[in-house]
């Protein structure tokens, strides 16, 4: 079976701090992660996605993941945070064509 | 990637009613995801559609609920029947694009229903 725990429901930073969004899985299989995030009244947008190649992904917008797979963890990084990153993450997997299983998502608020 | 389009993008409707959700994309796919997205939540979903056969439902789901159509690799509907409160939901299409399996997913940007 396949799941998704993000640990935080709701991040707080200042802007200019970095940026830390963790999320876990659990996969029968060797998973592909993606990070999502949306912003109020919009859809999700794709930051960034890891298929197995290059363990420290780089994403848009300057965010970063990096894939431990003895740890079964896909945090989210970013060195310091904009005021135009405050909005939900979902942390999501799929593995061996399952549908994709998304995380119960983080809230990030970013204070001037 | 692609663009996805939703229209409508929101709606207020009464109890009873069926409203018909119209996702359009701009290049061909072959599957295209529907999901409900209740306040404060994550995305659950509801079906997949691929073109030329019929939509395969999640558990809790059933086609008389939430009938799918999906005439070409470029558009689908979904229509949520006989609503209710409780439908009062973020509703939002998605496809996989790139080859292989696993790929990422991109979305419109959802139809917010409020159901009376």
């Known amino acids: 079976a396949q799941s998704v725990t993000q640990l935080d429901s709701h991040v707080s930073v200042s802007e200019g701090t970095p940026v830390l969004l963790r999320c876990n899985y659990s996969s029968s299989y060797s998973p592909s992660l993606f990070w999502y995030v949306q912003h109020p009244n919009k859809g999700l947008q794709l930051l960034l996605k890891?298929?197995?190649?290059?363990?420290l992904v780089k994403g848009i917008n300057g965010f970063e993941a990096e894939f431990k797979k003895s740890e079964t963890s896909f945090h989210l990084t970013k060195p310091s945070a904009h005021m135009s990153d405050a909005a939900e993450y979902f942390c999501?997997?799929?593995?061996?064509?399952?549908?994709?299983?998304f995380g119960k998502g983080t809230r990030l608020s970013v204070i001037a | 990637s692609a663009v996805i389009s939703q229209k409508p993008s929101r709606d207020i409707c009464q109890r009873g009613t069926s409203l018909t959700i119209q996702c359009q994309v701009d290049s061909q796919v072959t599957m295209m995801f529907w999901y409900r997205q209740q306040p404060g939540q994550s995305l659950t979903l509801i079906a997949t559609a691929n073109q030329g056969s019929e939509a395969t439902y999640e558990s809790g789901f059933v086609i008389d609920k939430f009938p799918i159509s999906r005439p070409n690799l470029t558009f689908s509907t979904l229509t949520v029947s006989n609503m209710s409160p409780e439908d009062s939901s973020i509703y939002l299409c998605?496809?996989?694009?790139?080859?292989?399996?696993?790929?990422?997913?991109?979305f419109g940007d959802g139809t917010r229903l409020s159901i009376l």
């Open positions: 999501a997997l799929n593995s061996g064509n399952t549908p994709l299983v």
């Open positions: 890891y298929t197995s190649a290059a363990t």
């Open positions: 998605s496809v996989e694009v790139g080859m292989g399996g696993n790929q990422p997913q991109h």
